[in-house]
């Protein structure tokens, strides 16, 4: 069992930048990829940003291309996702989610940001 706790979110203003961070307890060495996903009021639950464990590969969502970046730091069980040129519709809760070796994926409880125009 892995849990999973992010940090970071707030309220910024449109083109200002945020660092969400997600800490896996008690380690990574079960997940083969993380990554950060979002749901606004209304909408569904999207994909933002992929990284493998093993390889560090990352996938964007077209939305935050060029914006984003997703990053882990291994021996500190915590990924990070380093969030400029911010929108307003980039307002939404985001969550950190992992996938297991042996199947199954974790989420963390969540974390707000706010962009305002």
């Known amino acids: 069992q892995v849990q999973l706790v992010e940090s970071g979110g707030g309220s910024v203003q449109a083109g200002g930048s945020l660092r969400l961070a997600c800490l896996a307890f008690?380690?990574?060495?079960?997940?083969?990829?993380w990554g950060w996903f979002r749901q606004a009021p209304g909408k569904e639950r999207e994909e933002v940003a992929i990284?493998?464990?093993?390889?560090?590969?990352?996938s964007y969502a077209d939305s935050v291309k060029g914006r984003f970046t997703i990053s882990q730091d291994s021996p500190k069980n915590t990924l990070y996702l380093q969030m400029n040129s911010l929108k307003p519709e980039d307002t939404a809760l985001y969550y950190c989610a992992a996938d297991a070796n042996t199947g199954g994926r974790y989420w963390g409880q969540g974390t707000q940001v706010t962009v305002s125009s």
């Open positions: 990284i493998s464990t093993y390889s560090g590969s990352t």
């Open positions: 008690p380690y990574t060495r079960n997940l083969w990829r």
